[in-house]
Structure formats: C-alpha cells, structure tokens
C-alpha cells in the first residue's frame, strides 16, 4: 500500500510538473530560436560597454543606468530577397507580444518609416524588462529587450538623453544606430 501512494504522489507531481510547463512561444525561445537564422543580427550588450561616464549622470539617470543589467538586440536586415520570411518573423513577434504579461507603454510611427512599440513587464517601479519592437518594410525589424531589476520608465527615459549627449553613433553601436535611422 506504502508503495502505490508513492507511486500516485509521483505520478501526480510528473503530471502538475507538465501541465505547468508553458508549451507556447516566448521572446526568450525566440531570439535563442532566431539568433543563428539567416537574415539575425543579435548582441547581448552589458551596461558596463556603453562606455558612459557615471560622473555626469544625475541622481535619477545614475538610478536608471545601476538598474540596467544588459541590452538584448535582435534584428533581422531585409532585403529583396527575405520580405516573406520577414513577415512571418514579424508575425510571431506580434503574436508573442499580445500575451497580456507584457504591458504597452508606448507606440509610434507610420506605416512609410516605420512603426514601434515599447511594452514591459512589472509594475510601474518595478520594472523587469522593457521591450522596444520597431519594424519597418525597407529595413527589417529589431527587438531590443532592457533587462534589469527594479527598473522605472521615467527614469529610463531621462537616460535616453545621456545617449544622444554621448553620440553613441561613434562608439562600437555604429552599425545598429544606423538600422534606426
């Protein structure tokens, strides 16, 4: 009898453990799905390579900058060749985003340069991950995922400008800054 309800209570732990595992599509299994496909750019790129100095941030971008912990860059170069494959890529990403997890921030653009959208997940404060998906029909799409902990919008918005005072266009970023453009 002893070994029966082992054998239940095991088999019962196998089921839930299955049961729980989530069987759909993540940006997380996409851009390891995606990252050595034809057409992929990607670039894991820890905040300690944006080469920005500490000294002339202030008290809320210095914040912003400490609860960054890397930038994830997936981008797919469109070209004669791929536009259908890119359609379908972008597809899977639209579909990924529509899980209601990832909270819609912002969204911009027009349908001849292109269009954006930057969703998160947590709370206001306390912000996991930011993700900014653009796409446009004569460059391609990029997926660029903000990680970190505690994150707070406003506060990384404010960081946005440190960016642009630092031009990061001359650091090694040349090639990606020029996919947004």
């Not at 494959?85 to 921030?105: F, N, S």
């Not at 027009?110 to 306390?126: L, R, W, Y």
């Not at 446009?136 to 404010?158: A, C, H, P, T, W």
């Amino acid at each position: 009898m002893n070994t029966s309800i082992k054998t239940i209570i095991t088999m019962l732990i196998l089921v839930v453990t299955l049961q729980s595992c989530n069987q759909g599509l993540t940006l997380q299994t996409y851009y390891v799905d995606s990252e050595l496909a034809p057409g992929f750019t990607s670039l894991d790129v820890p905040t300690s390579m944006l080469k920005i100095d500490e000294t002339t941030l202030t008290e809320e971008q210095k914040d912003a900058y400490e609860s960054i912990d890397k930038l994830s860059l997936l981008a797919f170069v469109a070209d004669e060749s791929n536009k259908e494959d890119m359609d379908v890529e972008v597809a899977k990403i639209k579909t990924i985003l529509k899980d209601p997890k990832y909270e819609e921030l912002m969204r911009g653009g027009n349908s001849t340069d292109g269009k954006f959208v930057v969703k998160c997940i947590g709370g206001e404060n306390d912000v996991d991950e930011f993700i900014l998906f653009g796409n446009s029909n004569e460059q391609g799409f990029v997926v660029v995922r903000i990680l970190g902990d505690e994150m707070n919008f406003n506060k990384i918005m404010e960081l946005a400008s440190v960016f642009d005072e630092n031009n990061i266009e001359e650091t090694q970023f040349k090639d990606i800054a020029k996919f947004f453009k």
